[in-house]
């Protein structure tokens, strides 16, 4: 053994040195791995067998094989489970770099790409490929049978993942030989075990049965031959239902969705669907709820082999006649826990019968869920609950991580052809990009279901056998108040789901009091009975899915039958979570809304708004709104936009207008700045071609553009004054100051507000990325969208030429010249705020003289800095001169600015005219504003 070197596993009683406890840092990678794997340390060995991946990714395939596969021996008997956990998690890794010539570090492909996607040409390494197909796969055998539950599902994972990266032709004889084994019945053996035997024998049956269930469903993806899961897969699975333990047999419910997605409609007929029918019937309760709980997993299934045979109607057919008995005598099972589980997952089995798979649904379906409010990935969620935990449980382990996420404006590629598109879309708040994504993809769905809707024979099955029974769980009474609760919670969180399904034509009757008796509990109890609260998940679930349940009953149902539920239980609700929903939405309720009719309701929106429960409450205090419902202020904020776009400038003017005032004022930073982003919106509809007047003709039009006049006006000189301090002189017309009485983060908010209006000019001239999620969405929806629903309308989209012009003469006559003045603030970072807004401005807004001398003064600074750092790095700084005795050294003009934030020109804000043509240093309150706001900021302009 080496000096220092800690003791071998094998040698446990010595007395540790802190010496033992020390890892080497400076031993070269391989050499730390192989030392420290051995180590007699448990915490040594764990902390490096969780680095044998990215190891094995650094070193390459030959290293790999001759410093890392000769560890693995020991480590697979490890006596700490944890550590045999791990092992099995990074054998896959490990196997993929030793038999795979092109990945990891220097080569074409990282081993996480290659593992994502299956597409990708292997160049197997023909000695690393026999080690894995015989050394690898027999250490995952020993690890599968681990007594450990963790470490044998981690051995599964890792096997079904290793199935997936090896030849087809393999799989059979390396791969498979593992689960069928495991998976062969006591029946078969004539020894007499014992009863801890039998218990570990059934738990690797159910092993078993797990892996097989993901090899099985990997034929989905043509990852496994179809022939393998016929003649090998399918019988062992089939056998293991007949298992005399009942765990075996509810994993093998569990794995048939999985496997007969990968078969036939012939074996669907004749072994699959007789033997999860006979499992219903199981005597053990336990089995009987696991069948209604993989019920959603078997229609599914159903239907992806509908996609595959020439008679997709047939197969409908089976498969309503199978599963559709098989759920109604689980919903009257003699066991409640088989009823209530059943209860659980009807919503979502009733909404399996949607044509899913050929639907836009399929095409928007998240590969894992986000929770971000403004994201659009919830929208399948609010259709079909549990449809990414199902496509996880439908496809293999591998094959779930390919599913990329829902793309967001976060996701754009840097490297671009077209640098200016990609400037102005970095510039723009994802929410904007978001919330477009959200209505395209809700419209899209919606347009399907119009053009192709679901089989009548289903629609007319569930309504005539099932949904009764959905519908009841509304007003369930079981006995526990409890349960009661959670099946109302079950039955709001699949209602959209059910109504996408059975269409705006099965609205009048079971669904619509299913709908107003979640939201009344004592709805349909007669005219004395007082309306009662619902559980409060209820009303979440509800909210957050009323604007999708109006899109789908269409324009009508939800002026007549939707708004007043909204007027009535949501729009003036206590919770934190409701309103949220409920502000966050509105947007896209208004939108079904005739003029009218969006007219009525968008007052009482406002009125709710602009009252004490959000934006009116003026004290600061710990239960008061303004302090803790900054969420909801800031849902306004970005909401706002959405809602300018869709009305009219009178309107506008007179309710919206001191909405977005509220806003802009609000305490929280967050507020504001996605507020500013209403402006460019709000002075477009307050063109003068927006305005709606009785009278027409010349007059009619000077009237409006004199209006239009007024209303901006009013809207910049508020700016002015609240934003950057500074008044317009009724008398000369000017302003009265230069923006120098506001602090510097209004002065960056003022030039914002500038980037706004630039990027919504130049978004309307119809500049578009072409990597733009929204117009991704767009194009992949083209087939389910009308030109109306596609149109370029909303929130930074396609200006009119009269808009547009009103636009640029706001900016290049009204703003922009205010802010054109902040070139010589400061304070850096209004500095920088200003280039960061001169870049973006459109090409005839940016020919004036002043703007040209602003940009040049701007770029001028930011080279100058750029050479400074270039000197500072080759030519370092000589050392301070000596400081006079019991003083320090004064600062040198670049240690002055870094201390700062500021240059020596900082006398630009402590100088100014007095008025008389002389110049007066300022106030002292004046200076210590002026160094309150300076902070610290990089010299950096670029």
């Known amino acids: 053994m080496e000096v220092g070197e800690p003791p071998v596993a094998e040698s446990q009683d010595y007395a540790l040195r802190f010496e033992d406890l020390t890892v080497d840092d400076d031993l070269p990678l391989t050499d730390r791995i ?40 020991q480590l697979v ?54 080690i894995v197909t015989t050394a690898v796969v027999g250490y995952l055998n020993k690890l599968i049978q681990d007594p450990d539950v963790d470490v044998r599902r981690s051995a599964s994972d890792s096997l079904a993942g290793l199935a997936m990266q090896i030849r087809e032709d393999d799989i059979a004889k390396a791969i498979l030989p593992i689960p069928l084994q495991l998976a062969i019945s006591p029946k078969a053996s004539k020894r007499q075990l014992t009863p801890e035997q039998e218990s570990h024998m059934e738990e690797l049956r159910i092993t078993a049965a797990n892996l097989l269930a993901e090899l099985g469903g990997a034929a989905e993806k043509d990852a496994v031959p179809v022939n393998v899961v016929r003649e090998s897969i399918l019988p062992a ?3 293991l239902c007949d298992d005399p333990g009942f765990r075996a047999r509810r994993a093998a419910a569990q794995a048939l969705p999985r496997v ?5 409609m012939g074996d669907a007929k004749s072994t699959v669907l007789p033997a999860f029918e006979a499992l219903s019937k199981d005597e053990v309760y336990r089995v009987r709820k696991s069948t209604g709980e993989c019920l959603v997993d078997m229609s599914r299934s159903m239907m992806i082999i509908a996609a595959k045979e020439r008679d997709p109607a047939a197969v409908n057919t089976l498969r309503r006649k199978s599963l559709i008995p098989i759920a109604e005598s689980l919903l009257v099972d003699p066991n409640k826990f088989v009823r209530h589980g059943m209860m659980q997952f009807l919503g979502p089995f009733l909404a399996s019968f949607y044509p899913f798979v050929d639907s836009a649904l399929y095409t928007i379906l998240p590969g894992s869920s986000e929770s971000d409010g403004s994201n659009h990935s919830g929208i399948v969620a609010q259709f079909f609950p549990h449809a990414s935990s199902m496509v996880s449980r439908l496809n293999s382990s591998a094959a779930a991580t390919t599913s990329a996420p829902t793309p967001t404006l976060a996701s754009i590629n840097a490297e671009t052809e077209t640098p200016l598109i990609k400037e102005l879309q970095k510039a723009l708040p994802q929410f904007i990009g ?32 099932l949904l009764h029974h959905f519908t009841g769980l509304a007003k369930v009474i079981t006995g526990d108040e409890n349960t009661d609760a959670e099946m109302r919670v079950y039955c709001a969180y699949s209602y959209p789901a059910v109504v996408l399904l059975l269409g705006p034509e099965n609205w009048e009757g ?35 899915s009323l604007h999708t349940v109006a899109h789908i009953l269409g324009p009508q149902i939800a002026a007549f039958d939707i708004m007043p539920i909204f007027r009535d239980f949501f729009l003036r609700d206590t919770d934190e979570s409701v309103r949220l929903n409920m502000i966050r939405n509105f947007p896209t309720l208004l939108s079904l809304l005739d003029p009218t009719t969006r007219q009525q309701y968008l007052i009482l929106w406002c009125e709710m708004i602009r009252g004490d429960e959000v934006l009116g409450a003026m004290k600061r205090s710990a239960t008061n709104p303004l302090v803790l419902n900054w969420r909801q202020r800031n849902c306004v904020s970005r909401s706002i936009a959405d809602i300018l776009a869709m009305m009219d400038a009178a309107f506008v003017h007179t309710y919206l207008w001191p909405v977005v005032k509220l806003v802009l004022n609000d305490s929280i930073s967050l507020v504001r700045d996605d507020a500013i982003w209403a402006i460019p919106i709000l002075l477009k509809a307050l063109c ?22 007024a209303a901006c006006q009013e809207v910049i000189s508020w700016l002015w004054e609240s934003i950057l301090k500074m008044t317009l002189s009724k008398s000369t017309g000017k302003l009265t100051s230069n923006g120098r009485n506001s602090n510097f983060s209004q002065r960056q908010l003022y030039c914002q507000i ?6 919504a000019i130049q978004f309307g001239d119809g500049l578009k990325d072409p990597d733009d999620p929204v117009s991704e969405l767009e194009n992949k929806f083209s087939a389910h969208l009308s030109a109306q629903d596609i149109a370029e309308y909303g929130p930074y989209r396609k200006l009119s030429d009269s808009e547009r012009s009103h636009l640029v003469r706001l900016l290049a006559n009204d703003m922009l010249p205010v802010a054109i003045d902040f070139k010589d603030d400061g304070v850096t970072n209004v500095r920088l705020s200003l280039r960061k807004t001169l870049r973006l401005m459109p090409h005839d807004v940016a020919q004036t003289p002043a703007f040209q001398e602003a940009t040049n003064v701007l770029e001028e600074e930011v080279q100058t800095w750029e050479s400074f750092e270039g000197m500072q790095q080759n030519n370092p700084p000589a050392p301070p001169a000596q400081a006079q005795k019991g003083r320090p050294a004064a600062p040198t003009q670049q240690q002055e600015y870094h201390q700062n934030g500021v240059s020596n020109d900082k006398t630009r804000e402590d100088v100014h005219d007095d008025g008389k043509g002389g110049k007066k240093k300022s106030s002292k309150g004046r200076r210590k504003e002026h160094s309150s706001e300076t902070g610290v900021v990089t010299h950096n302009l670029a």
């Not at 680095?51 to 410093?67: P, Q």
């Not at 007969?260 to 036939?264: D, F, K, P, R």
């Not at 899209?444 to 569930?462: G, L, T």
């Not at 003068?688 to 006049?709: F, I, P, Y």
Request: net charge positive.
């Open 688 to 709: 003068s071609e927006n305005l709606v007047m009785d009278t027409a003709g010349g007059d009619a039009m000077r009237s409006k553009e004199r209006w239009s006049a």
């Open 510 to 544: 079971q669904l619509k009091e299913c709908f107003k008796t979640l939201l009344n509990p004592n709805y349909g109890l007669g005219e004395k009975a007082e309306p009662a609260i619902p559980p409060l998940p209820v009303k979440r679930c509800l909210a957050s």
């Open 754 to 759: 500038c980037t706004a209006l630039a990027l």
């Open 434 to 465: 978001a919330s477009r994504s959200s209505t395209v993809s809700l419209k899209a769905v919606v347009s399907h279901r119009q053009k192709y809707r679901p089989d009548p024979e289903d629609i007319k099955a569930i309504v005539g056998r």
């Open 34 to 73: 192989a030392r420290y794997c051995r180590s007699g340390i448990a915490l040594q060995r764990l902390v490096h067998v969780k680095m044998l991946a990215e190891t094995a990714e650094v070193i390459g395939t030959r290293t790999t094989i001759a410093a890392l596969i000769p560890l693995l021996s």
């Open 260 to 264: 007969l997605a990968g078969t036939t």
């Open 77 to 130: 008997v490890d006596q700490e489970s944890v550590i045999r956990q791990h092992l099995a998690s990074q054998l896959l890794p490990v196997a993929l770099v030793s038999m795979v010539k092109n990945v990891g570090f220097g080569q074409p492909y990282k081993v996480s790409e290659m593992l994502e996607d299956r597409t990708i040409r292997k160049v197997y390494d023909s000695q690393g490929y026999e």
């Open 237 to 239: 699975v089939l056998s």
